[in-house]
């Protein structure tokens, strides 16, 4: 499978990136670990005549841990999955990270690609809305930074505008129990659902929640009434039903080659069950 | 459009350059213009990891990047692990413990255990299992592969230990 032809790009700084984006307009796209653009070029779905590669970029690589988190785009999964101050201080990227693709992929596959990317399969646009992550876009006009809970608006359809470039995710550092919880068909799969949670406690009684769902609609979903339907309960059978309830109801799955819609709704309950349970047995 | 670029490329220890275009996969490159073999093509499509080789240091699918991509890299394919007459302990494991059948996920397959052990040389079986998830097999069911693995790290460990003045000396002459 080869490829339309394309010119490559490796600029040093970011300044060359944007300047290579405002140049060739839709015609150019920014790569990180390219595991999911180079697939799409080879099957000629993606159409890139100015391809840049952002590898050789300064600044793009590094994970800062304190009250904020700060991760850069171009911070791998294995990245993530070897650093043990962030494993220490937000455990739940590594526990996700960990079921992203298999090893190879998880050595290119980066942070900011797959947060950027817009493919409601990816894991990392869930748990980010979880955590109620900033992503922080460079373009012509400067820096800003959009929550992840507003950044997507259908399936590769995102905030970002063209001329843009996400440099990285930030979020506070998380606090009580967590899960990120995956039904996959096989290693490698995208998630049939997946659902990350984040759950504090006060004694017996949950003090809050926050749960999103992957892979089950054409955006990621943050169920602002899930979490609310188990905070101030105790984490019983009927606070997790009806928190399972609250996040079906934000959901639209589609069928596909993972099954029918009904089947779907099933796996997300389970699935959000796990998840809950062990985030609170965590918390 | 898409002029030819200048890559240069270090693959088992030799430097190659050569000018091609930019959606040259890496895979094409190693086979077809440097006649690395080992390296296979079977789904072409990121999952199968019979394309594996190491590039400075990660495990990387070579059907899912672009030699461009690998400018300036060093590369290490099955060819860089061993030669016929001195197997690197994977292969003689692997041949030792009927790790392989067909042998088409064999080069990808050791050149990705290769990788595990490095970073783990005493990984649990499930550490293999989880370590070569990438990689698929069609025939052995995958049970004389995981075996083989585990049988080249204890190898490679009873080496390490029963040579250690010898590490230690070549570390001395690399620091010096």
């Given amino acids: 499978m080869i490829p339309a032809a394309f010119d490559y790009h490796r600029p040093t700084d970011m300044a060359g990136v944007l300047s290579l984006l405002s140049e060739h307009g839709d015609d150019a796209r920014v790569m990180a670990g390219g595991h999911s653009l180079i697939p799409l070029m080879k099957l000629r779905m993606a159409d890139v005549p100015h391809l840049i590669d952002l590898q050789d970029v300064e600044g793009l690589s590094g994970i800062d841990v304190g009250e904020t988190i700060r991760i850069g785009a171009m911070v791998t999964q294995a990245d993530i999955i070897d650093h043990t101050g962030l494993t220490a201080s937000a455990p739940i990227l590594r526990e996700a990270a960990l079921q992203i693709a298999d090893p190879q992929v998880r050595y290119m596959g980066t942070v900011g690609g797959n947060v950027a990317n817009g493919d409601p399969g990816n894991d990392m646009p869930g748990l980010m809305q979880c955590l109620d992550a900033q992503f922080t876009l460079v373009g012509p006009d400067g820096e800003r930074t959009v929550p992840a809970r507003d950044f997507y608006e259908a399936a590769y359809m995102t905030e970002r505008g063209d001329e843009e470039v996400l440099t990285s995710v930030s979020f506070a550092a998380p606090k009580g129990g967590y899960a990120y919880e995956k039904q996959k068909r096989k290693i490698g799969d995208y998630a049939t659902a997946a659902s990350a949670v984040q759950m504090t406690k006060d004694g017996g009684t949950c003090t809050s929640a926050s749960i999103a769902m992957t892979n089950l609609s054409d955006t990621p979903i943050f169920s602002e009434n899930a979490g609310a339907a188990l905070a101030g309960s105790t984490v019983d059978e009927t606070a997790i039903k009806a928190a399972v309830a609250a996040a079906l109801a934000d959901i639209d799955p589609t069928e596909d080659n993972r099954g029918p819609v009904a089947f779907k709704m099933h796996v997300a309950g389970v699935i959000l069950t796990r998840a809950i349970t062990r985030a609170w047995s965590r918390a | ?176």
């Fill in chain 2, 1 to 176: 459009m898409a002029d030819k670029m200048h890559i240069k490329l270090t693959v088992n220890g030799t430097e190659e350059e050569f000018l091609a275009e930019p959606r040259e996969l890496l895979i094409y490159t190693l086979r077809e213009r440097l006649n690395i073999t080992g390296p296979h093509i079977g789904c072409e499509t990121s999952h199968c990891g019979a394309c594996t080789v190491t590039i400075d240091g990660k495990s990387v699918k070579s059907c899912t990047m672009f030699a461009v991509q690998a400018s300036g890299k060093d590369i290490t394919t099955i060819e860089g692990l061993g030669t016929p007459d001195a197997l690197h302990p994977l292969q003689e494991a692997f041949k030792e413990h009927h790790g392989l059948q067909c042998g088409y996920c064999t080069p990808g397959m050791i050149t990705r255990a290769a990788k595990l052990l490095e970073e783990n040389p005493n990984p649990t079986e499930e550490d293999v299992r989880f370590g070569i998830a990438g990689n698929l097999c069609r025939c052995t069911g995958y049970q004389n592969i995981v075996k083989s693995i585990l049988a080249a790290a204890a190898t490679m460990n009873a080496d390490a230990s029963s040579s250690s003045d010898a590490i230690g000396q070549t570390k001395v002459e690399a620091a010096e």
